[in-house]
């Protein structure tokens, strides 16, 4: 099927782009890598009276090192992150996490910001961002603003992006000295995650000195699991005390249950996947 | 109506397209390029993938106004002229079709992964086709053929990956019922 139609906007600076959105009333889509919103409008999911692309706005696409963190553009596609050596170095969860979207083809398309702002709970790059205290700048006609990970997935496919608001880049701060695991449950290939973890531990003579766990799919929006972060702090690096911990991914967790699994079916992975996440980040 | 112009298959075109458009519709219908297929309404299948600026993508999930001032390759121009390319050729030889339908798709993808990855293990020419799906063949031979490809485009020993040996042979050893006709 194709799109019912719209009007098409092509800005080619954040400016533009966010007067074009201001001008276009309230039923305005923005179009980024279109992986999402393209399969929606097909499907007649979604039908907006104006679409807003962002495909020829300068200065959104790249990563760049800036300190004490990374900045990715937020029209930089899955296959820009994957092969950019500056995530390679701070933050090889991200292109963990990113090699597990979808396909070649539509990581060739989809871009990072795109899949933080769909927000699907399903997707993998939330949890990421989430676990790594990333901060979100958001661009509006009334100037800039950074929400950090932890106020910015509201809720089911809800971000702080606010309406007549673009998200511009992300700022991650850079990991020196941790290591990195993402563990994704799924049953077939090009599928999305059923459950999903994604672990960050830095180490210390034989002990884990901090853990960051984030779970995907098990709510509406992505979570930390903070009590396996909690039971992790300052814990022995060996496999008991991982696998203890690990017991508490699941404690206040809402997931769905639907075709792929039921609720407790996820909260039972959650476990299972944060003990492997963890070991295999702690090197064990 | 936006004006977009373009190049695909090595030929510019300026056209006027509705911005609902899907990309594959108007290469099919606006170019008549109906090599490439429609095979899914759900971005899944893969049947519809092109090169765009020398990247594959699924052409079902790209708009015509996206790929405006974009190179755009189809499985009509991946020879570049007259005859195949090795990976359409590898696919010929190895049968790595039965119908037919996902082959120009699987083509594109593999010519894409190849790109990235010369010498693919069977398992890396799974994981990089995983975006296309076909009914018929159970993947074995699409699989060979990617890797056989693989090997005359490096110019390995008579262009046969170490291993490599006919279907015949190999669908032959696995269902030993099966007579060889010679
Ligand atoms: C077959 C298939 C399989 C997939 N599998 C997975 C998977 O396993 N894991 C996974 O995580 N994802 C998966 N995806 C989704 C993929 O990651 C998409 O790339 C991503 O969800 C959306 O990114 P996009 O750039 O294509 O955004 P679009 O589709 O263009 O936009 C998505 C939404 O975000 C909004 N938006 C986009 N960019 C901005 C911005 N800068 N500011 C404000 N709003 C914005 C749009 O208005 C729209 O509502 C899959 C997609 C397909 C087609
Ligand atoms: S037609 Fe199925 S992915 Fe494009
Ligand atoms: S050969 Fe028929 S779908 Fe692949």
Partial sequence: MIPAPFAYARPTTVEEALQAIADCGEDVKVLAGGQSLIPVMRLRLAAPETVVDLGKVAG??????????????????????????????????????????????????G??????????????????????????????????????????????????????????????????????????????????????????????????????????????????????????AGAEATAEAVAAAAERAAEGTDPTSDLNAQADYRQHLAKVLTRRAVSTAAGL | MTPITVRVDGASYTDDVEPRTLLVHYLREQLGKVGTVVGCDTSNCGACTVHLDGEAVKSCTVLAVQADGSEVTTIEGVAGGAGLHPVQKAFHEMHGLQCGYCTPGMIMASIDLLKDNPDPSDDEVREGIEGNLCRCTGYQNIVRAVRHAAAEMRGGANGVPSGSVSPAVVDTAAAPHVAVQS
Wanted: aromatic content about 6%; cysteine-free.
């Fill in chain 1, 60 to 109: 959104l696409r790249g990563v760049r090192d800036d300190g004490d963190a990374i900045v990715i553009g937020a029209m930089t596609t899955h296959s820009d992150v994957l092969a950019d050596p500056l995530v390679a170095e701070h933050a090889p969860l991200i292109a963990e996490a990113t090699g597990t979207v979808a396909d070649r083809q539509v990581r060739h398309r």
């Fill in chain 1, 111 to 232: 871009t990072f910001g795109g899949a933080l702002v769909h927000a699907d709970p399903a997707g993998d790059l939330p949890a990421v961002a989430l676990a790594l205290d990333a901060e979100f700048v958001v661009a509006g006609q009334s100037g800039r603003r950074t929400v950090p990970a932890g106020e910015f997935f509201v809720d089911y496919l809800t971000t702080a992006v606010g309406e007549g608001e673009l998200l511009v880049e992300v700022r991650v701060p850079k990991y020196t000295g941790w290591s990195m695991r993402y563990e994704k449950f799924n049953r077939v290939a090009q599928a999305w995650s059923i459950v999903a973890v994604a672990a960050a531990v830095r180490r210390e003579d034989g002990r884990i000195a901090e853990a960051r766990v984030g779970l995907t799919n098990m709510g509406p929006t992505p979570l930390r699991a903070r009590q396996v972060e909690e039971a992790l």
